[in-house]
């Protein structure tokens, strides 16, 4: 049976929580990547929202985050209503994420179609984005299916998730102007080798998982009940609750301790048989490190990235930010090296390789088990 969701109906959540690590020291806990402006003026957070100009209004736009962070959101985005910032009170991971985006909507609208997308991302083509999202909705609207938004690969990442998909699926659209191609899923493969990344790319069937959905309401708690009952419990209860966010933040309080902590993929993803792939047709990049931000910023001759007052000689491939007021800033100066990042705040400094950069997670664990440096996170 298909939905019958109108354009009026679309609603999206934006997954904004996060504790800050893969950014450090910029980033801390109560301003993680999606609230930094690493691309410019305007926050990752503000970009996200930005780009859904046009085809959702702020009233219907969602931002789930943590309770140190809720006010720097609410900072960020005046055009959002207030209780459109939805507070987690601790992290469960994906999955119940998704449920309480699908709870606040549904107690609004209960046959609404929704996207669930990461607040962190940089897409550069807001255009292309937002008709492939438009396609998405209006296929999730018609027809009783999850849709995954797809990234054709372009390299053979180890980084990423992927999905293999199968065979190309005719389904219907509003839009005159709908090009985006849609697949039956035929499976998520967890982050592979580079010999298996570079399969999947010769083979033309996987694309990465970006980890954008989007999915009718009664679609997703049908899937819900049938994959996750205890968390799809707590949803109808939290859904019950209806427009009043102090009953919804003292269910959460008691519920969210007890829910599985579990991703969306394993949670409902990879079980679910009626999951399709839309095919994405905008650059993207989830930014998961100091050097792959690198990409998105300008570069000298030598390929530096200078974000600070630097002088080099015979340095390569290098990332320079000094992330402190222009009158506290030093000069930093490189000779001889290649391929670093070096960060500057008001209280650390940060060098680490670019191809270590991953390994800035595992520093800020380390700091968290020194009382004297916990001031830092």
Known sequence: MKNTASSKERYVVLMAGGRGERFWPLSREKT????????????????????LQGLVPPSRVFVITTAVQAAEVRRQLPRLPRA?????????????????????VAARCPGAVMAMLPADHVIHDAARFR???????????REPVIVTLGIPPTEPATGYG?????ERLELPHNSPRADT???????????PTVERAREFLQTGRYRWNAGMFVWSVPTLLRGLEEHQPRIHAACQRWIATGHSPARLARLLRRDYPTLPRISIDYALMERATNVVVADASFDWDDVGSWSALARHLPRDAAGNT???????VDASGNLVLDARPGSARTLIALVGVQGLVVVHTRDAVLIVPKDQAQKVRDLVRKLETEPKYRSLL
């Open 181 to 191: 191609i849609f697949h039956k899923a035929e499976a998520f493969v967890e982050k």
């Open 131 to 141: 008709q492939t999202l438009a396609d998405a909705f209006d296929v999730a609207a």
């Open 306 to 312: 200078l974000q600070a007052d630097c002088v080099t």
């Open 32 to 51: 993680p990547k999606q609230l930094l402006r690493l691309l410019g003026r305007k926050s990752l957070l503000q970009l996200a929202v930005e780009r």
């Open 84 to 104: 459109n910032v939805v507070i987690e009170p601790m992290g469960r991971d994906t999955c119940a994420a998704v449920a309480l985006g699908a709870a606040v």
């Open 162 to 166: 992927y999905i293999r998909v199968g």
